[in-house]
């Protein structure tokens, strides 16, 4: 794997770059698409690229459970499997195994060897290291591996935050060890990447700490976890801020779990180049939607009841051009599946049109004037 950094411009961190994989070149700032369990919730893989999509997630936890990573290896990697032709990071599962892996007697257990959970399929009793993760995603196929860190639930102790902090980097070195022995090397030499994650919580002095750690072992690409977990707006601007001019810029830098537009700009222009988030396809799921200014309106909402024009006369995606609002809010209202597709549709659109802007304005030395509103 490799990346490139593109352009950068003055007063900001932000940038554009290139990211070269097995399955594709990425464009960063880039934002991926959850396919939880195999799929972007309501969409096929060909819908989703026609949208402007790159590149997109897969989550170790759920695919792991079912239908399994062997089986999935057999049809040829998840690639194939879904018939998705680009890119694929893959989570490592840690923090599904531990907010997932519980019955109502017994609670996921994190040690220095891993996570013990249980499935909330049938209840097994199942087992993650920092090994097994890395060795599930490669049989998943994913083109971007992510290591098992320690995500100190919100909020937590400093002794806790501490401790996450040093297990996360005692599993990065494992990780990066593993990834190097002989097999997994032949793997990486594929081009597969192996990306690292920070973590410290809202702890100035372990957050750096921990990106130091990180830094220090040689990823492809530096991962910020442990955001967007609860702990507010400004809380989650400040845990990118501790660390954001110390971000090695030779490598790309992942903010995981954040995908509200408004979060989009302010996180690029920290210097992150790219982004994961259910909340396009959640949020339609609940009737909600962004506008073209980055408002969440629900079409729910009674005045759309009459509404002939669409969601957003601004809006150029298939569902704006082709639909009215009154219509979708009657597709909503009586449970009609093609409501919850076409709002999905129209959400992942404002995120990608979003972000071509976002990169033509850095390419234009035009990002800061273009969004200065946005970027505190």
Same mark, same amino acid.
């Given at each position: 794997?490799?990346?490139?950094?593109?352009?950068?411009?003055?007063?900001?961190?932000?940038?554009?770059?290139?990211?070269?994989?097995?399955?594709?070149?990425?464009?960063?700032?880039?934002?991926?698409?959850?396919?939880? $369990?195999?799929?972007?919730?309501?969409?096929?893989? %060909?819908?989703?690229?026609?949208?402007?999509?790159?590149?997109?997630?897969?989550?170790?936890?759920?695919?792991?459970?079912?239908?399994?990573? %062997? *089986?999935?290896?057999?049809?040829?990697? *998840?690639?194939?499997?879904?018939?998705?032709?680009?890119?694929?990071?893959?989570?490592?599962?840690?923090?599904?195994?531990?907010?997932?892996?519980?019955?109502?007697?017994?609670?996921?257990?994190?040690?220095?060897?891993?996570?013990?959970?249980?499935?909330? *399929?049938?209840?097994?009793?199942?087992?993650?290291?920092? %090994?097994?993760?890395?060795?599930?995603?490669?049989?998943?196929?994913?083109?971007?591996?992510?290591?098992?860190?320690?995500?100190?639930?919100?909020?937590?102790?400093?002794?806790?935050?501490?401790?996450?902090?040093?297990?996360?980097? %005692?599993?990065?070195?494992?990780?990066?060890?593993?990834?190097?022995?002989?097999?997994?090397?032949?793997?990486?030499?594929?081009?597969?990447? &192996?990306?690292?994650?920070?973590?410290?919580?809202?702890?100035?002095?372990?957050?750096?700490?921990? &990106?130091?750690?990180?830094?220090?072992?040689?990823?492809?690409?530096?991962?910020?976890?442990?955001?967007?977990?609860?702990?507010?707006?400004?809380?989650? &601007?400040?845990?990118? @801020?501790?660390?954001?001019?110390?971000?090695?810029?030779?490598?790309?830098?992942?903010?995981?779990?954040?995908?509200?537009?408004? @979060?989009?700009?302010?996180?690029?222009?920290?210097?992150? @180049?790219?982004?994961?988030?259910?909340?396009?396809?959640?949020?339609?799921?609940?009737?909600?939607?962004?506008?073209?200014?980055?408002?969440?309106?629900?079409?729910?909402?009674?005045?759309?009841?009459?509404?002939?024009?669409?969601?957003?006369?601004?809006?150029?995606?298939?569902?704006?051009?082709?639909?009215?609002?009154?219509?979708?809010?009657?597709?909503?209202?009586?449970?009609?599946?093609?409501?919850?597709?076409?709002?999905?549709?129209?959400?992942?659109?404002?995120?990608?049109?979003?972000?071509?802007?976002?990169?033509?304005?850095?390419?234009?030395?035009?990002?800061?004037?273009?969004?200065?509103?946005?970027? $505190?």
């Amino acid at each position: 794997m490799k990346f490139s950094a593109r352009h950068t411009v003055k007063n900001s961190h932000a940038r554009t770059g290139i990211l070269t994989t097995p399955h594709g070149v990425i464009q960063t700032p880039v934002f991926m698409p959850v396919a939880t $369990s195999g799929a972007v919730k309501t969409l096929s893989p %060909e819908e989703v690229k026609n949208l402007g999509a790159e590149i997109i997630l897969g989550n170790t936890y759920h695919l792991h459970l079912r239908p399994g990573e %062997e *089986l999935i290896a057999a049809e040829g990697g *998840l690639q194939k499997w879904m018939n998705w032709l680009g890119p694929i990071l893959t989570d490592s599962g840690g923090y599904q195994a531990f907010s997932l892996g519980a019955t109502r007697s017994k609670s996921a257990k994190t040690t220095d060897e891993g996570v013990r959970f249980f499935s909330h *399929l049938d209840g097994k009793k199942l087992f993650f290291t920092p %090994e097994s993760a890395i060795d599930i995603q490669l049989k998943l196929g994913g083109d971007i591996v992510m290591v098992l860190d320690d995500c100190a639930p919100f909020p937590a102790t400093e002794k806790r935050l501490y401790a996450a902090v040093k297990r996360t980097g %005692e599993w990065a070195k494992r990780s990066t060890e593993h990834w190097q022995r002989e097999g997994i090397a032949l793997r990486q030499a594929q081009g597969k990447g &192996l990306f690292g994650i920070v973590q410290g919580g809202l702890n100035k002095e372990l957050r750096q700490q921990s &990106l130091k750690d990180i830094q220090s072992l040689p990823f492809d690409g530096i991962a910020i976890g442990g955001v967007s977990v609860g702990e507010g707006k400004q809380n989650m &601007l400040a845990a990118v @801020d501790f660390i954001a001019n110390d971000l090695d810029p030779t490598r790309p830098h992942y903010l995981m779990g954040v995908g509200e537009p408004i @979060d989009l700009i302010r996180m690029i222009h920290r210097g992150i @180049d790219m982004f994961d988030c259910v909340l396009p396809t959640r949020l339609a799921r609940h009737g909600a939607f962004w506008t073209t200014n980055f408002k969440r309106e629900n079409i729910r909402r009674a005045s759309f009841t009459n509404q002939s024009k669409s969601l957003d006369p601004k809006c150029n995606c298939p569902t704006c051009q082709t639909y009215s609002a009154s219509y979708l809010r009657h597709l909503v209202m009586t449970n009609e599946s093609l409501g919850l597709r076409l709002l999905s549709i129209h959400n992942l659109s404002i995120i990608f049109n979003l972000l071509r802007e976002i990169r033509s304005s850095i390419e234009n030395d035009n990002f800061v004037n273009k969004f200065g509103p946005h970027l $505190s």
